[in-house]
């Protein structure tokens, strides 16, 4: 049995499960593995995926992305605001118990979600999604400090929610930018 031939046809299928099994690429543009001619292993090349950024998902896409995204963000701003105006009334137990479980911003990011490939997904989305986590605490702590020592005062300023909230409009604005 010839050796060298069935370790170059070995070589040769790894190359091939490296690269995808197939490119589109008729010149590889990275060298995996090389040796020099006669010391009985071969020259293994493949395509590797080209380096730099992704190439961004359709502008319609992200337009409704972002779109989504905002609508949500306006939600927790309307919320917050009724919160505002309720405080101290009968009216703010129930919206309390409301914004305490209020999880419309899981429902937006899958649905902003579906708009993308794992290809073309920019990496703002999953930013935004961390912002408007930390904005809807915001809201549950502000939310929490109502209690019947405190209905006769004055709400509590709502800054770290308008922040937040601030934060995730830009990152839906980068969504729709694709970055």
């Given amino acids: 049995m010839n050796h060298t ?3 170059a046809v070995v070589l040769a299928a790894a190359g091939l499960l490296l690269a995808g099994c197939s490119s589109n690429d008729p010149a590889p543009d990275k060298t995996v593995g090389a040796a020099s ?3 009985g292993t071969a ?7 080209p380096d730099g950024p992704k190439k961004p998902a359709p ?3 992200r ?3 972002a779109k ?3 609508a949500n963000v306006q939600h927790y701003r309307d919320s917050i605001n009724t919160g505002r105006n309720n405080w101290g009334s009968p009216k703010f137990g129930p919206w309390q118990q ?3 479980l209020d999880l419309t911003s899981e429902d937006a990011f899958r649905k902003a979600d579906k708009q993308f490939t794992a ?5 703002s989305i999953n930013t935004w999604h961390d912002d408007i986590a930390a904005a809807t605490a915001a809201i549950n702590q502000w939310a929490q400090k109502n209690t019947i020592d405190t209905t006769t005062k004055p709400a509590p300023a709502t800054t770290d929610v308008d922040k937040a909230l601030a934060k995730a409009d830009k990152d839906a604005d980068q969504v729709a930018a694709g970055k």
């Fill in 5 to 7: 031939r069935t370790t």
């Fill in 37 to 39: 001619p006669g010391t």
């Fill in 43 to 49: 020259t293994l090349e493949a395509s590797l995926p």
């Fill in 59 to 61: 502008a319609g896409n």
């Fill in 63 to 65: 337009a409704v992305a």
């Fill in 68 to 70: 989504i995204l905002h």
């Fill in 98 to 100: 409301q914004a305490l």
């Fill in 119 to 123: 290809d073309n997904e920019p990496s």
